[in-house]
Nanobody, 125 residues
Framework: QVLLAESGGGSVQAGGSLKLSCTAS????????LGWFRQVPGEERQFVAS????????SYQASVKGRFYISRDTAEKTQYLHMSSLQPEDTAVYYC??????????????????WGQGTQVTVSS
């Protein structure tokens, strides 16, 4: 079964905002650290943000810090990536992911084992 499902991608002009959502099934949202990665075709997947299972720790890639904000809602079993001041360099397919960590927010892709299908974000100049 699909454990993570993203939504909210789209096209926006530079300086605009988007909110991505990722809904988790079962108990994964309540116990696992969650995160967002992005990938440009032909390039390696890049870490964007993560939030610990207990909600107390957040990590951000330097280029998005201050512009992106990650949050989670246990009642909705959903995590969000609030993106503001978007730039063309943010254009990518964004993936939500889950790790078995609880009290940490790792940034390494190899620490995440569950992945969504991805949602496209396109930012125009």
């Amino acid at each position: 079964q699909v454990l993570l499902a993203e939504s909210g991608g789209g096209s926006v002009q530079a300086g605009g905002s988007l909110k991505l959502s990722c809904t988790a099934s079962g108990s994964i949202f309540n116990t696992y650290t969650l995160g967002w990665f992005r990938q440009v075709p032909g390039e390696e997947r890049q870490f964007v943000a993560s939030i610990s299972g207990n909600g107390g720790i957040q990590s951000y890639q330097a280029s998005v810090k201050g512009r992106f904000y990650i949050s989670r809602d246990t009642a909705e079993k959903t995590q969000y990536l609030h993106m503001s001041s978007l730039q063309p360099e943010d254009t990518a397919v964004y993936y939500c992911a889950a790790s078995t960590y609880y009290a940490a927010a790792p940034t390494d892709e190899d620490k995440f084992f569950y992945w969504g299908q991805g949602t496209q974000v396109t930012v125009s100049s």
